[in-house]
């Protein structure tokens, strides 16, 4: 199956802790996102690297650090989260200016 | 700057009824334009997909989208909605001079009457 795989799909953790989101794609695309999706649905880019390198990377806290071991892998990390961290983080995958897979989601709860 | 704007946060319509979402983009180049739709606990889905020709794209489950250059308008319609197609719908566009950044608008939130 070719897709955008995201794991884990929920994870509920209290402020303060660290928590590691992974993401990989079987597509073959050489362009991988990562997108926050808060409560009302908006969805907001962070990152997108290209061929494993970072080419953008909006105005998101510093506690939020992409990694990239290679171009169907993209992780994302968060050290000390905030209760504003709470929201649906979803990872995505293309080749450049072709439109952009999705996987399911990756859920935080920040209690 | 660039941007894309859905004006109706919300549409409620019967089902059998005719739909239309509307999206409006600004970018003074040639825009990749993209309608996404999400359902409930799940990923977007791609809908269609403009790059360049014909101005009426088809997409899946009978939805098209018109291309307007002289609008900057990329709106989506549907002829007859099934309550199945109660979803949040995104208007998206990829540009040629930032091919690594797709804009999405707001969402519009559609619900289907049964």
């Known amino acids: 199956e070719t897709a955008v795989f995201q794991t884990p799909n929920y994870h509920v953790t209290q402020v303060g802790n660290e928590v590691s989101f992974n993401c990989k794609q079987t597509?073959?695309?050489?362009?991988m996102y990562w997108y926050k999706q808060d409560s009302k649905k908006l969805l907001k880019i962070m990152f997108s690297?290209?061929?494993?390198?970072?080419?953008v990377n909006e105005t998101v806290p510093r506690r939020f650090s992409p990694q990239s071991s290679d171009k169907a892998h993209l992780n994302l990390r968060i050290k000390s989260v905030e209760p504003e961290d709470s929201a649906v983080y979803l990872c995505a995958s293309s080749h450049s200016y072709t439109e952009v897979f999705f996987g399911k989601g990756t859920r935080l709860t920040v209690v | 700057a660039q941007s894309v704007t859905q004006p109706d946060a919300r549409v409620t319509v019967s089902e059998g009824a005719s739909l239309q979402l509307r999206c409006k983009y600004s970018y003074s180049a040639t825009p990749y334009l993209f309608w996404y739709v999400q359902y409930p606990r799940q990923g977007l889905q791609l809908l269609l997909k403009y790059y360049s020709g014909d101005p009426v794209v088809q997409g899946v489950n009978s939805f098209e989208a018109e291309f307007s250059k002289s609008n900057s308008s990329f709106h989506l319609q549907k002829a007859s909605v099934h309550w199945s197609d109660s979803a949040v719908y995104f208007c998206a566009l990829s540009m040629i001079t930032n091919a690594y950044k797709v804009i999405f608008g707001k969402g519009t939130h559609l619900h289907v009457l049964p």
């Open positions: 690297y290209n061929n494993k390198q970072l080419i």
């Open positions: 597509l073959g695309h050489d362009t």
